[in-house]
């Protein structure tokens, strides 16, 4: 059993920065590797950032060179610090916990990209 709390979004004009926080408790032991997905109204929910238990990380390439994903495993908790944001990475945003045989899903927190 694993609890993810999101938090950081809000509303940012383009160009500017954001971080996301991601809150692990619970089996974080059992957590294989954490993710970033967002969602926009009508579109498919598509995997942003990835980090595995032994550090390495993956991006989409939407974000690449924008988005840094990392972890404090003091504090159990993941990072998505969004730089030069874009009016299209305007979503809701998910942190995931990937187990061996369940994954787990945090609440969303929104962000808005917008002049």
């Known amino acids: 059993q694993v609890q993810l709390v999101e938090s950081g979004g809000g509303l940012v004009q383009p160009g500017g920065s954001l971080r996301l926080s991601c809150a692990a408790s619970g089996s974080i032991f059992s957590i294989y590797a954490m993710n970033w997905y967002r969602q926009a109204p009508g579109k498919q929910r598509e995997l942003v950032a990835a980090?595995?238990?032994?550090?390495?990380?993956n991006y989409a390439d939407s974000v690449k060179g924008r988005f840094t994903i990392s972890r404090d495993n003091a504090k159990n908790t993941v990072y998505l610090q969004m730089n030069s944001l874009k009016p299209e990475d305007t979503a809701v945003y998910y942190c995931n916990a990937v187990l061996e045989l369940v994954d787990y899903w945090g609440q969303g927190t929104q962000v808005t990209v917008s002049s």
């Open positions: 980090i595995t238990s032994g550090g390495s990380t």
